[in-house]
Each structure stands twice: as structure tokens, then as C-alpha cells.
């Protein structure tokens, strides 16, 4: 541990020794910003004599690791970061954290003030991002939880349920009695046990890893246990877990009640055994009995009387029943309200009543078939993982597994639920109208496919016009979260120019003027003479003067740049992209230099393009500066891997020498300033 703040250390025979400093850098998309703060830390330290180490968390994953004896020999930690990040292993040394943009504004601040800094004593919650320096949308500190759990969880839907599917599809049979049936003792249930497990941990899995995105390790163990608890309705006297929407909960309450236990003061002696003893039994332990003594017995409550309530409008009209059962259905997937209509149709299957199965058989799939529509419609809205998720959500909901589309819920719940209800309710609806009946307690194409379901056309019909309205729904209302959650790129509620022609513009007569005068023999040949990073940047998308004023202005007129360059497929569709990772955060890095990047299929191939502004262009940068180098890069999605942020990074580095900025802004034409950018490798 540390000595207190004072005089820098010194050497055993009194000498004094050389203050010795690390840092960790990373923002939430782990590209330039990371790099810069990076490069001004380790620039800050060094005009001031000190030893400094910076561990980069990027996209390609950590760079410059701190080791243990890095740790042991440090005076002290700066952790410049926008997103979580471990802090055990600096137990014992003074920590200061920070947003990573105070480590590109102000690293001679931050490297004073971290020898006064309060030393970490370990078992603390990760560093808590500081606001977005700059006009982008910060999301909040729940958000942020909510999807770590999210994005834990999805593999385990995936996995889960197509195990699940597959057992079904190829092992599987209909029993009037027990549904879709797979005997016992052979392969495919093997098969259908192990995707069960799956399914049974993917929502301790989501409130494990919200409560740890909030507290930290100790609060881990409560999260996943009160998650499992959530779901585990037998624990308090209901037919139904509290399924996804119960693990949210229990998450959040187990992540704060870590948080408020770790305030509590503790003699020093226990203070070591708090993380890994004390915190954990004790969060675990009262969120536990919480949930049980106290939320359980409502969710009990409210499904019995759900139950009672559905029972006594079975002789209303079938377009309401099937209508409130769908909604039902697609309410939580899985969860308590979603059991009870479920259960309500399979019991009726005893009575020779079938035609309420057949509502909710209807409703089922609908789900995660919508939402797997959805990102294919509107792929743009969606991340590449969404992407993936949404193609095994279109097999799940093909075999009537609603809980495919519990990622999409849980990450956008707003959005996606009503857009789940609304299609579940036509479904359902439409089933109903029809008299659909399904003579087994399951749903989907799947049942329909077996011989299971009598009215087979009308089900189809269903199911199909449901999953399509969740999906258009979904798109629709994503799409208008988007856009107001969109930064005033010039000034508030201002409309949003139509694109300018490609090519149109002040640099269009210099460029005709540049061709004639700068004719090469060889069209190949000026080609190689002309390209620098890897040969995703040419002369072509190189203009000496950036004729926008503002940053929307200025991405359209370098996606029409980009354009020139022959690779891009679709300008407008590029300029979206980029739009949209501006939202994320600026990508004004300070130092009068912005770095717009985008990953999107509108381009064939990686792109860069370079121009210069003289008055600069207001980017939201963490200094305040104006950018006048403007970078831009794009990629496609399948050739977005380590090849694109390695020329990030170089380009983030590079742009730290002043000099070179200098030599970039003195560069006569567009042939001077690619000898410039040779130097970045």
C-alpha cells in the first residue's frame, strides 16, 4: 500500500526515486478516443519526468497490459474510462477515475492529482463512466447495467432454445396428453435437456450481470441468486417465475443493495472478508427472503385472480378472449402474466374446449418471429449481434419458443413489448374468429406441422399477419426512439437537410481543375502512387478544403468524398451510419480533429477519406476546439475486424504529434498531404 500523499517517494539510501504512474484508457467504443487519452497521458508524463504505463481497453481488445509488478512498483492509477473497468487488481494504490475525455483535456491535472487520490481498498464497484464530453447520447448508468445483463444473456437464449427446437423438430411427436413429446431415455432428449439448462440460467444470467455491472464481483452472487428465485415460482406459492422482467428487478435491487452495503462503516479487521464473505451472504440473504416473503406473494396474487378473471369471460366474444389472451402471451414470454394465459388454454384442453389453445397457440410464435422480421427489414437499427439473435429468433419462433425474443425486450422494452402485445392481440384475435384449435399445450408452426392444430390455413394466416405487425410495429417505434434521441447537430429542431449530390460542392471545380493538371499516364499507375493506409485512402478522397459549416453538413460531404473513391454503394445509407455512431458519442477528439467512422454494408470495401476545413467545424470535442482535419472511415460490416481499428489507432497516435498536424495543415495540394499521411504506417 502507499504511503499517504506527500513528498515523491524516495529510494532506501534517501535518493529520490523517479514517481512511477499507471493509467487505463477506454471508451464505449473502444476506438480513437481510447488511443488519444492514451497518447496525452503517457505525452503529459513524460515532460514531466515520469514513468508512466498505459493500458489500452480497445476493440481489439487490451493492449499494453499492466502486469502484477507493474501494479507493485505504481505510485499511483489514473483510470480515464467511459466504461466499466475492473478495479481489484490496484487494491492498495491511489486511484483516481475519470471520464476518458479529462485524459485528452486535462492529463497534467490528472497526473497531479492522482498522488492525493483515496487509495482503492478493494472489492469497490468498476469505475462509474463520467458524462459523454460532447453532444452525443450518454446513456445512463441503469442502461448500461440492463444491457451488460443483456448481452450475457443472449448466448444462452440462443444455445438454449435451439437445442430446444432441434430435440423438438427431430425428436419430437404430439400426445394429446402431453403436448409435443420426446421419449424418454433416448438421444434427442439428451438433446432437450441440455437446451432446458440453457433456458433455466439465462435469467439468473441477466440479473447476475446487471447486479455486477452496478456492484461489482460482490454483487454477483445475490444478482444470480435472486434471479433464479425470480424464476422459480414454486418458491413462493405460484404456478409462474417471475420469469425476465423479475430478473430486471432482482439485478437492480441486488446491484444497489451491494452499493448501499459497502457504505456501511466495518471495523478495519473486516474490511478484507467484506467482498467475499460478508457483502455477498448478507445481499443474497435479505434480496432473497425480499423477494420471497415480500414481491412473491403478489405475482402469487395476481396470477390466481388472472386465472379466475380469464375463466369468467370464456363465453365472450372470441376476438376479445383471443385478443386478451394474446396480449397475455406477449406481454413477458415466459413470465407470470404470459404462464397464465398459457396454462388457462392448456387446462381447457381436458374439458374438449380447444379452441383457446388454439387463440394462444396463435399468439406464441408471434413474438419472436416479429422481432427476427424486424431486423430484417430495417437492418440498420440493429447491431450485428441483434442481427445474429434475430435469425435464431425466426427458428425459435418457428417451433413456438416466445423466449427468443426476450433479448429484444429486455434491451428495448418500450419498444419492443408494445410491439410484441399489439401483434400477439391480432393473432390471437384473428385465431379466435377463425375458431382455431390446437389439441396439445404448445404453440407455433411447429404444432400446425405435426397434425396438432385443426383450422391449419386460418392459424398460418394468424401468425403470419401478427408477426408481421410486431415487426413493422418494432421498426417503426425503434426508428422514431432513434431519431429523438439524435443530438442537435445544428442547432435544436432544426430539420434535417436531403443530401448533397455527390460530388457537388466547392471542391468540385478544384477537382476537375487537379485531374487536368495532374494527368498520369498510367490510370493504375496514379492509383499506386496515390494510396496510404493499406490503400484505403487515395488521392481521390482527399480534399484540401472542407466546404461544411457544421457536422451533419460535414459527414454528407465526405461520404460524397468517400464516394469517389469507388466503393460505396450507397451514400445516404453512409451518411446514416455515421449519423448514428455520433450519437454514441462525438467523434471530435480535440487537438482540431474529428475522426467520423462508420461500419455498414453501404461501402464494398474499407474506405478513408481525409479534408481540411479553414474555419473549422463546431464537433463537440472534449477541448472546445473546432475540427479542421476531418477524417472519415468506413467499412463493411464483414470486414469490420482488427484491420479498420488498427488504422484508428495508428491514426489517433499519429495525430498526437503536433508536428504532424502542422504538415497536414500546411499541405498545398492533395498529392502533398498523402506524402504526409505516409508517415502513419
Known amino acids: 500500500m502507499t504511503s499517504p500523499a506527500g513528498p515523491p517517494p524516495t529510494g532506501g539510501g534517501g535518493e529520490q526515486r ?122 445512463s ?144 440473504t435479505a434480496l432473497g427472503l425480499f423477494f420471497i416473503y415480500v414481491i412473491g406473494k403478489p405475482i402469487s396474487w395476481v396470477f390466481e385472480h388472472l386465472t379466475d378473471w380469464l375463466g369468467g369471460m370464456t363465453g365472450t366474444s372470441a376476438v376479445l378472449l383471443g385478443a386478451i389472451l394474446g396480449l397475455m402471451i406477449a406481454f413477458d414470454m415466459g413470465g407470470p402474466v404470459n404462464k397464465t394465459a398459457f396454462l388457462f388454454g392448456a387446462g381447457l384442453i381436458a374439458t374438449g374446449n380447444q379452441t383457446v389453445m388454439g387463440m394462444c397457440a396463435a399468439a406464441i410464435p408471434v413474438m419472436p418471429l416479429g422481432q427476427g422480421l424486424a431486423t430484417l427489414l430495417r437492418r440498420r437499427l440493429y447491431s450485428e449481434q441483434e442481427r445474429e439473435t434475430g435469425f435464431a429468433a425466426l427458428f425459435m419462433g418457428c417451433f413456438g419458443i416466445s423466449e427468443g425474443a426476450i433479448p429484444f425486450a429486455a434491451a428495448r422494452p418500450a419498444q419492443v413489448i408494445p410491439a410484441n402485445m399489439l401483434g400477439g392481440a391480432v393473432a390471437g384475435a384473428i385465431a379466435g374468429v377463425a375458431g382455431v384449435e390446437d389439441a396439445v399445450p404448445h404453440g407455433g408452426p411447429i404444432v400446425a406441422v405435426l397434425g396438432a392444430v385443426s383450422g391449419v390455413p386460418m392459424f398460418f394466416v394468424a401468425v403470419v399477419i401478427g408477426s408481421v405487425v410486431t415487426a413493422l410495429t418494432t421498426v417503426a417505434l425503434v426508428d422514431v426512439s432513434e431519431r429523438r434521441g439524435a443530438p442537435a447537430l445544428a442547432g435544436a429542431g432544426a430539420a434535417v437537410p436531403e443530401p448533397v449530390p455527390v460530388g457537388a460542392g466547392v471542391g468540385g471545380a478544384t477537382e476537375s481543375a487537379k485531374s487536368v493538371a495532374g494527368v498520369r499516364s498510367s490510370a493504375e499507375g496514379a492509383e499506386e502512387a496515390g494510396e496510404v493506409l493499406s490503400g484505403h485512402l487515395t488521392e481521390r478522397t482527399v480534399r484540401v478544403r472542407l466546404a461544411a459549416v457544421d457536422r451533419e453538413a460535414a459527414i454528407r460531404e465526405m461520404a460524397g468524398l468517400l464516394t469517389r473513391g469507388g466503393r460505396v454503394v450507397d451514400a445516404d445509407e453512409l451518411v446514416a451510419a455515421a449519423l448514428r455512431r455520433e450519437e454514441q458519442g462525438t467523434t471530435g477528439l480535440g487537438e482540431e480533429i474529428a475522426i467520423p467512422h462508420a461500419k455498414t454494408d453501404a461501402v464494398s470495401a474499407p474506405v478513408v477519406g481525409f479534408a481540411r476545413s479553414d474555419e473549422g467545424v463546431e464537433w463537440d470535442s472534449p477541448d472546445g476546439t473546432k475540427a479542421r482535419l476531418v477524417f472519415m472511415i468506413a467499412v463493411p460490416e464483414a470486414a469490420a475486424g482488427d484491420e479498420h481499428l488498427r488504422i484508428l489507432s495508428l491514426l489517433s497516435r499519429r495525430l498526437m504529434d503536433a508536428g504532424f498536424r502542422e504538415r497536414l495543415l500546411a499541405a498545398p495540394d492533395e498529392a502533398a498531404v498523402v506524402e504526409v499521411l505516409r508517415e502513419v504506417g
Open 18 to 139: 523517479r514517481v512511477r504512474l499507471l493509467a487505463v484508457t477506454a471508451c464505449p467504443t473502444g476506438i480513437a478516443h481510447t488511443y488519444m487519452a492514451a497518447e496525452k497521458l503517457a505525452q503529459a508524463a513524460e515532460s514531466r519526468g515520469i514513468a508512466m504505463k498505459v493500458e489500452t481497453q480497445g476493440s481489439i481488445g487490451a493492449e499494453n497490459v499492466l502486469d502484477d509488478n507493474d501494479v507493485r512498483q505504481a505510485d499511483g492509477v489514473i483510470v480515464a474510462a467511459d466504461k466499466d473497468v475492473d478495479l481489484s487488481r490496484f487494491a492498495g494504490k491511489r486511484i483516481l477515475t475519470v471520464g476518458v475525455a479529462e485524459g485528452i483535456r486535462h492529463p497534467e491535472q490528472l497526473i497531479e492529482r492522482v498522488l492525493s487520490a483515496p487509495v482503492h481498498m478493494g472489492g469497490g464497484a468498476p469505475t462509474a463512466p463520467a458524462p459523454a464530453s460532447g453532444g452525443g447520447k450518454e446513456r
Open 141 to 284: 448508468a441503469g442502461y448500461r447495467a440492463l444491457m451488460n445483463g443483456v448481452s450475457y444473456m443472449i448466448p444462452f437464449v440462443v444455445v438454449g432454445g435451439l437445442l430446444i427446437a432441434i430435440s423438438l423438430s427431430l425428436g419430437g411427436h404430439t400426445d394429446p396428453s402431453g403436448g409435443l413429446v420426446i421419449p424418454k431415455n433416448s438421444f434427442w432428449m439428451d438433446v432437450n435437456n441440455i437446451g432446458v439448462i440453457g433456458f433455466t440460467l439465462m435469467v439468473p444470467i441477466l440479473s447476475g450481470y446487471i447486479a455486477y455491472a452496478i456492484g461489482d464481483r460482490p454483487a454477483l452472487v445475490p444478482g444470480m441468486i435472486g434471479g433464479w428465485i425470480a424464476n422459480t415460482g414454486e418458491l413462493y406459492d405460484s404456478k409462474a417465475g417471475a420469469g425476465f422482467i423479475g430478473a430486471i428487478v432482482t439485478g437492480f435491487l441486488a446491484g444497489y443493495l451491494v452499493l448501499w452495503i459497502k457504505k456501511v462503516k466495518v471495523p478495519k479487521f473486516v474490511q478484507p472478508i467484506m467482498p467475499i464473505i460478508v457483502i455477498p451472504i448478507v445481499a443474497t
